[in-house]
């Protein structure tokens, strides 16, 4: 049964390109095995039978596929999108030439984040989640000969690589710290390791989930196909991030909660903004992803990754069905900025029905799937240790959620329209309307979740009516005032993401600079407040002139002296403070130069210098360890 | 003793296949033929050419002889087995065979003429064609005996020979090994029509008596090695081991040299084009076949 | 008591045979003997495994340099300006740091070698049939993974070499 | 203390040292890579002088050699790759004209 999951759609992508005829069908079939597969899967959980599935991996080190109550779910959330956007994908890639490609790439894709969500040991989940980074990789770059594609595709590959680090690591602290790579036995290391992995662990999720500050690549990645776009945002690829860490749950420290909760806080508000600011609805709706993740990681920071797993679900189903939506929106209007799209809305009464009910889901308003998750998540986020920041962070990330959603929606629905045909718009409207209505219904099946799951999941009514009042002054703030006036002098850096904020390289630059313009002004103040000193004393000696020569001359003499102690502070400061920054700026920029020259590009002198540095980790290791030996 | 007997009965095998040889090329069968010329070659002027790398000029002959001596020194003719019996046996002979590349690579560099260097490298386009074509059928057989002795896979052949249990084995071999040994339709580094005698070109008198031996012995040692790979080495009825064994290697020496006789010249590009697209796939489901009979 | 075994002796032999090859390869300014010296070193190498009892590893040394050397001086010949050495050029940069580099990594390791404690020394190998019997059950038992991953890198390097070779117009031809 | 051992380490510990040499004086991609199969070499004369003279009971240590071995072809494999797309690309493979890299 679970290797069946993982099993039927890497079948169907290794059928594809073999048969090359009928991929879509193919695809089809194998995401439907796998759809039963994972659905039987979860029945059999709700009945409390979890198979496990055991491989011999590394020695002492078994590969296991296991099934819990959360994955068993998130299995068949996985499942069930992922075969409405194939249903969708049927209709979008119609008239592409390269389909075969597209659908095998998609089901390797799906294939790998089942065994991603599977997973029961960390080898596994590792080797799962480097093959759902190299499948988004293709799919992202699928229009491979656009540049734009290939430059996003490169862009998320890399971004998510450089988080994956953090993986690595943690994977190997956990090994380390408790002999076991099944993921249930090493959850219960505590103290310094559990705060290192945690951060670790958050390190990789800020990558996979698009937090601040890697959640730049996110937008780029809206370069490939919509399908594709829908899948990564709502179910898989992104969900990456959120689902290691819920996983993980049980072990993180507080400190590690915290910071969870802080980058999730700063992640849903930036992000917000940028959405806010959106000039095209697939990077309005990719920003809103980085939103609502950032939602999931502020109930995680509050402790309750129950909250986050039901918001990750009625998200995956609304987000995917927002994309199909705007995907649809695209080809009839060949364009997916915001202003191409203005009263698109119009010319397709019934997917724009769709997309809206999908949008209010999202924002929160009940009876809708967003309603109940996003509750629970501000619920959480009230409930926690630090309610007054983790939940004015939800708060405010509703508030927003709901402006964007409205601004979208008003701008598809205002303006003229130009009726066009579509092709495929058929299977296109299957699949929305499937997952549209998966969105709708799915907060009913949420007290049977909490019941699976057997999590606390803290309630109260004064969250449910924040959110709700929340969302709705968002939605009314997004529909009568718009993002422009709403932001106001944000608009400009929403626009671009805020990529000061995601910009590694003004990370380093920005503080360097704002320090040393600190460290000036504190040079500054302080040369004042010796002259301040020296003043009054010389003011003193002056008026006293006439009383006692010994004393004018002492005090003369004083003050000369503190004039003399202020000049040489002065000079000092001069030389000594600002000079050492310049030297310190002089310095660096030799330093670059020097290095610079090192970086010859011969093959020879870089051989010496890779050769040095070995040598040089060697006697570091080495020496460290005959040290603590 | 054993050594010497062993060196004497390639050396007359050698000559025979001499005879054979040159009754081919000539037509008239003429036992003396060789042993003439042997000896107007010993006789004629030793030419060196101009500017040689005489270190690789003088020693490849040598080398192409010790090749084919390693590689029949652990091939048994009876039961006693021959020189020396490995327990990687099989794969020694690879690494004698190896070395005919080197020493026809050091011959074709060696005399500085245009002829040798193209045939040398000829022939290195050759042995990356063929390789695989000995290794991978070796492996059926060893795995067959499950072991790399030589008598062991003898024995192993003792209810049906290798040639009938894996034919497809026997048949990529025996096209190896008239590549290895440089017959036609695989002459490419002598070719005689094109090259004016290849890596052969520029060796005259005694130097190529030696060079002319190195390969009818190496010939031989490659006839010995299908017998005992694939036809049952020594086994036989009713004759002593090393007659059944000589009536074999001169069978398996004359196929080799009647199959060339009649077939053109192949190119390395084609070779090389056939050999791993047609020959690897094939000696792949050799493998399969005989791992599928072994298990049943 | 014999200090010097006539096991010793051989590998001591093929040892220095070894090391000379490896000199003569940057001491000789003809490509092919360059590449041919280093055939033989490696091959005195696999002289030395044979002396050292390890005779599948010393066989496939041998039989596998063979033919990797021949390669390797076809493409020393194709790319080199003088592959005879004749015009007497200076093919070398950087030459007292290498020379530095060089010794300095052959005395770390001597030292390393010669002043550790390696412990007690096995006087006797396991038969060579049955190393070759044990290496193939480590082969499919235990390094399985590892020989497999090394499988498929070498066809990865196979692929990935002849595209990296192939010539840029080929690649456009149609299948 | 074992000669055969010793000098089997030594051995392995000059002809390191003379692959290092080759690696980094050489200008010539082809010698560069002749440096390094050198260097390969050194490594495997110590793991064999190790299985035979300390663990001539685990099969680990000629394991090894193996994937070295490996390692070697991978290495020309590869390294003629990039020789023949260079000769290509510019008609020389003399590393001394390759600067692309140069920051």
Redesign the interface.
């Known amino acids: 049964m679970l290797a069946l999951i993982i099993l039927a759609p890497l079948a169907a992508a290794l059928l594809i390109p073999l048969l090359r005829r009928l991929p879509a069908a193919v695809a089809g079939g194998g995401a439907a095995v796998s759809l039963l597969a994972s659905l039987n899967l979860l029945a059999s959980a709700s009945n409390a039978i979890h198979p496990a599935l055991v491989l011999s ?3 002492d080190m078994p590969l296991r596929l296991v099934s819990t109550p959360i994955t068993a779910l998130l299995s068949a959330m996985v499942a069930l999108v992922a075969s409405f956007v194939l249903v969708y994908a049927v209709g979008y890639m119609k008239a592409d030439p390269e389909k075969p490609r597209f659908f095998a790439t998609m089901s390797f894709f799906i294939a790998a984040m089942q065994a991603l969500v599977l997973a029961g040991d960390w080898v596994s989940l590792l080797a799962a989640w480097e093959l759902i980074g190299l499948s988004s990789y293709l799919l992202i770059g699928f229009w491979y000969t656009r540049r734009t594609a290939s430059m996003a595709a490169m862009r998320a590959f890399l971004y998510t690589r450089t988080a994956d680090l953090g993986l690595y690591a943690a994977v190997f602290v956990l090994i380390a710290a408790s002999g076991s790579s099944e993921i249930p036995a090493t959850l219960n290391i505590s103290g310094g390791p559990a705060v290192a992995v945690s951060l670790l662990l958050l390190v990789a999720a800020m990558g996979k989930s698009a937090q601040v500050p890697l959640q730049s690549w996110l937008m780029g990645a809206m370069a490939g196909p919509t399908p594709v776009s829908a899948l990564l945002h709502s179910a898989t690829l992104v969900a990456a991030g959120a689902i290691l860490l819920i996983r993980a749950a049980p072990m993180l420290p507080p400190e590690g909660l915290l910071a969870i909760g802080l980058v999730g806080g700063v992640t849903t508000v930036v992000t917000g903004l940028t959405a806010l600011g959106a000039r095209d609805l697939k990077r309005l709706l990719a920003a809103s992803t980085s939103s609502q993740y950032g939602l999931m990681l502020i109930a995680v920071g509050a402790g309750v990754p129950l909250a986050a797993l039901l918001h990750l679900l009625a998200h995956a189903a609304i987000k995917s069905s927002l994309f199909l939506g705007a995907g649809v929106f695209q080809h009839g209007r060949d364009t997916t900025t915001l202003d191409g799209l203005r009263g698109a809305g119009r010319e397709q009464p019934r997917i724009f029905a769709g997309f809206a009910l999908a949008a209010l889901a999202l924002a929160g308003i009940p009876p809708l799937s967003g309603f109940f998750s996003k509750d629970a998540v501000i619920a959480a986020a009230l409930a926690s240790d630090h309610a007054l920041l983790l939940g004015a962070f939800a708060l405010g990330g509703t508030l927003l959620t709901g402006a964007y959603m409205a601004r979208a929606l008003r701008i598809l629905w205002r303006g003229e329209h130009q009726v066009r045909h579509i092709t495929g718009k058929a299977w296109m409207g299957t699949g929305l309307a499937a997952l549209v209505s998966l969105a709708l219904v799915l907060g009913l099946a949420f007290p049977a979740v909490e019941s699976l799951v057997e999590g606390p999941l803290p309630k109260s009514t004064a969250a449910q009516i924040a959110g709700l009042v929340a969302a709705l002054a968002g939605l009314g703030l997004g529909w009568f005032v718009g993002g422009k006036r709403l932001l106001g002098p944000l608009l400009d850096q929403a626009r671009h993401g805020f990529v000061i904020a995601g910009g590694m390289e003004t990370w380093v630059v920005r503080p360097s600079l704002a320090v040393a313009r600190s460290c000036e002004q504190l040079e500054h103040a302080l040369y004042q407040a010796v002259l301040a000193v020296a003043h009054p004393a010389r003011l003193l000696a002056r008026s006293h002139k006439q009383i006692e020569a010994y004393l004018y001359n002492g005090v003369v003499a004083f003050g000369r002296c503190n004039d003399a102690a202020g000049r040489a502070t002065r000079r000092n400061d001069e030389q000594g403070i600002d000079g050492l920054i310049a030297a310190l700026v002089r310095g660096t920029v030799a330093l670059g130069t020097h ?2 020259r ?11 210098m890779s ?1 040095a540095g070995m040598v040089l980790i060697l006697v570091v290791v080495m020496t460290s360890l005959l040290a603590f030996a | 003793m054993n050594s010497l007997m062993v060196i004497l009965f390639l050396l007359i095998g050698a000559y025979l296949v001499a005879v054979l040889e040159s009754w081919l090329t000539n037509g008239r069968l003429h036992f003396m033929a060789p042993a003439w010329s042997a000896l107007s070659l010993l006789g004629s002027e030793s030419v060196v050419p101009r500017k040689p790398d005489r270190l690789f000029f003088e020693t490849a002959p040598v080398l192409l002889l010790m090749a084919a001596l390693l590689a029949a020194a652990v091939l048994p003719l009876g039961p006693t087995g021959g020189i020396a019996d490995l327990a990687t046996g099989a794969l020694f002979i690879n690494a004698a065979l190896a070395y005919v590349l080197v020493a026809l690579l050091m011959a074709g560099w060696g005399p500085n003429g245009a002829y040798g260097l193209v045939g040398g490298w000829r022939f290195l386009g050759q042995t990356i064609a063929y390789s695989m074509l000995i290794v991978m059928p070796l492996t059926g057989v060893a795995m067959r005996a499950e072991s790399l002795l030589n008598t062991d896979i003898v024995l192993s052949q003792q209810v049906v020979w290798n040639v009938i249990y894996q034919p497809l084995g026997f048949a990529l071999f025996f096209i190896a090994s008239l590549a290895v040994s440089f017959l036609p339709p695989f002459d490419l580094p002598t070719a005689k029509g094109d090259l004016a005698g290849g890596v052969e070109a520029e060796y005259t008198g005694p130097r190529r008596g030696v060079f002319r031996l190195a390969r009818m012995v190496l010939v031989v040692s490659l006839a010995t090695a299908t017998t005992v790979f694939y036809l049952g080495g020594w086994l036989g009825p009713v004759l002593p081991p090393w007659a059944w064994s000589a009536i074999k290697i001169l069978v398996v020496a004359s196929a080799m040299l009647l199959t060339g006789h009649f077939l053109p010249r192949i190119r390395e590009a084609d070779l090389l084009a056939w050999c791993w697209k047609l020959g690897i796939p094939l000696a792949l489901l050799n493998l399969l076949v005989v791992g599928i009979v072994i298990l049943i | 008591m014999t200090l010097l075994s006539l096991q010793t002796l051989f590998i001591a032999f093929f040892g220095v045979a070894g090391v000379a090859f490896g000199v003569a390869v940057f001491r000789t300014a003809s490509m092919m003997r360059s590449a041919l010296a280093l055939l033989f070193s490696q091959t005195a190498l696999g002289a030395m495994f044979l002396a050292m009892q390890a005779e599948f590893l010393g066989v496939l040394q041998i039989m596998m340099m063979a033919t990797e050397m021949s390669i390797m001086a076809i493409f020393m010949v194709m790319f080199m300006m003088d592959p005879g050495g004749l015009g007497e050029m200076e093919m070398t940069h950087q030459k007292r740091l290498s020379i530095f580099a060089g010794i300095a990594g052959a005395l770390a390791t001597a030292g390393i070698a010669l002043f550790t404690e390696w412990g007690a020394v096995s006087a006797t190998a396991p038969d060579a049939a049955l190393q070759v019997r044990e290496l193939g059950t480590e082969l499919l038992g235990r390094s399985m993974l590892i020989f497999e991953t090394a499988g498929v890198t070498i066809l990865t390097a196979m692929i990935a070499a002849t595209a990296v070779a192939m010539p840029a117009l080929a690649r456009k031809k149609p299948a | 203390m074992s000669p055969d051992l010793m000098i089997a380490l030594l051995t392995g510990a000059a002809l390191f040292g003379i692959g290092i040499y080759g690696a980094l004086s050489q200008t010539n991609l082809v010698m560069i890579m002749m440096g390094v199969e050198l260097m390969l070499a050194g490594a495997l004369v110590n793991l064999v002088a190790f299985w035979r003279f300390l663990h001539p009971d685990s099969y680990a240590g000629q394991m090894f050699v193996l994937i070295v071995m490996t390692v070697m072809a991978l290495e020309m494999a590869v390294g003629f790759g990039v020789a023949i797309a260079r000769f290509r690309a510019k008609g020389s493979v003399e590393m001394e004209e390759a600067q692309a890299l140069k920051g």
């Not at chain 1, 090192?598 to 010496?608: A, P, T």
Request: aromatic residues 0%; without cysteine; hydrophobic residues 40%.
């Open positions: 991996g590394l020695p290095i610079r090192l970086q010859s590009g011969l093959i020879h002198r870089e051989l010496v050769g």
